[in-house]
């Protein structure tokens, strides 16, 4: 039989494992099938690969040394940035019983499927026509994204624009991304290499007793950055072993370049948290034109209240809203506290209310033409309310 053909046929074979999910027939079973039949699916798809494939597997392991060890350094570098953002944002309750008797349980419902999954991976692309090794790498990462998906909540992931979205860039790109990274570590490293991206992050987060409190659009990030960046390093060494690029492109996509991207993306990702003393802020209204214009971002710096004098453009609090204003007077409450009259350069009389002191949240440095127009472009065709999405500007006149 043809390798192709085997492929093929274990390709049916493969999504004939979630028909069960698909046509709703695994409700019928309850847990029992998540703990009992889909474990034994996979096992039975994994005896069928071994058996009847292997003969025909051509690993191209040369690199695999090499590999494995940057696959290793990428999982503790993910796992450790992943865990160190919960001192930042906060932790939360495992909601994995990580009783003895819970974290075995887990790992029956886990480990099989896993195990099979990247042994097929490496029987699939290591038989692949090698004249067409991209195509065939794609189409075999998308294959197990859609095996990854939750059949269960399918329906709901198109149900309006909003879940669309966030299913989109919470899970769709990250495992896309994930299972083409696993391909590609699968045809220079072996199931093994796959094995150790796959299996340590799942098998920690089933062990410890509270995990990072850290919203999806963090997490998403963070699925997505690793597996880019270390396959574009791994991809660095393996051209560099085979001497396939030459010394002015080794400056270009070299170790140099590799980390320059990274703590790149690193940096924005902690700009993007806020972790800094500025952070960026969308405005979506024109109260302040002509000086600042709707779609523009602005950076917005930390003060003490006592520092900001009349003429400044503030940052403050209202109603769950921020609004971005300038102070046109300032003076003191019947508390002998400071506060602020505002008003938009655009509006016609200043702010309804006098800004008290713990309302204010920043002073504006600087901004930034139309970059956040995207922003507010998603926000439209989501069909939700700005205000709901992202830091607004919204004052309030008479």
Request: charged share 20%; glycine share 6%.
């Amino acid at each position: 039989m043809k390798k192709n053909l085997k492929i093929i046929i274990l390709t049916i074979i493969m999504l004939s494992s979630i028909t069960f999910e698909v046509f709703g027939i695994s409700t019928s079973f309850g847990s029992f099938y998540s703990y009992i039949v889909k474990p034994l699916i996979w096992i039975f798809i994994g005896i069928i690969t071994y058996f009847f494939f292997r003969g025909d597997t051509l690993p191209n392991l040369k690199h695999q040394k090499d590999v494995m060890f940057c696959t290793f350094v990428t999982t503790l570098l993910y796992f450790a940035t992943y865990f160190c953002l919960g001192y930042i944002k906060g932790f939360a309750h495992n909601p994995y019983d990580t009783t003895m008797k819970g974290v075995l349980t887990n790992l029956w419902v886990f480990i099989p499927v896993v195990l099979v999954k990247e042994y097929v991976r490496y029987y699939m692309i290591n038989n692949a026509d090698k004249k067409k090794i991209l195509l065939n790498a794609l189409l075999i990462g998308i294959l197990f994204t859609l095996i990854d998906f939750n059949v269960y909540k399918f329906s709901s992931y198109f149900s309006n624009s909003l879940n669309t979205f966030e299913f989109i860039f919470q899970t769709a790109v990250p495992n896309l991304i994930t299972n083409l990274y696993l391909v590609y570590i699968s045809y220079y490293g072996g199931y093994k290499a796959t094995l150790i991206y796959a299996v340590i992050p799942q098998l920690l987060m089933y062990i410890i007793p509270i995990l990072p409190g850290i919203d999806w659009a963090t997490t998403s990030i963070l699925n997505s950055i690793f597996p880019f960046f270390s396959y574009i390093y791994i991809n660095y060494l393996i051209n560099k072993f085979e001497k396939t690029l030459n010394r002015k492109d080794n400056k270009t996509v070299g170790i140099k370049g590799f980390v320059a991207m990274l703590l790149f993306v690193i940096l924005m990702l902690c700009f993007g948290l806020g972790l800094f003393s500025v952070e960026p802020l969308v405005i979506a209204s024109n109260s302040m034109l002509p000086k600042i214009r709707k779609g523009d971002i602005v950076i917005i710096k930390d003060v003490d209240v006592k520092d900001i004098k009349k003429g400044d453009v503030i940052r403050y609090k209202m109603d769950g809203y921020y609004v971005v204003h300038r102070v046109v007077l300032i003076r003191n409450d019947e508390n002998g506290k400071r506060e602020f009259i505002t008003k938009g350069d655009n509006n016609n009389d200043i702010d309804l209310f006098a800004v008290k002191e713990e309302q204010v949240a920043g002073l504006v440095k600087f901004d930034i033409p139309y970059l956040g127009y995207p922003t507010l472009i998603v926000s439209k065709l989501l069909n939700t309310n700005v205000d709901k999405k992202v830091t607004v500007d919204k004052g309030r006149v008479n």
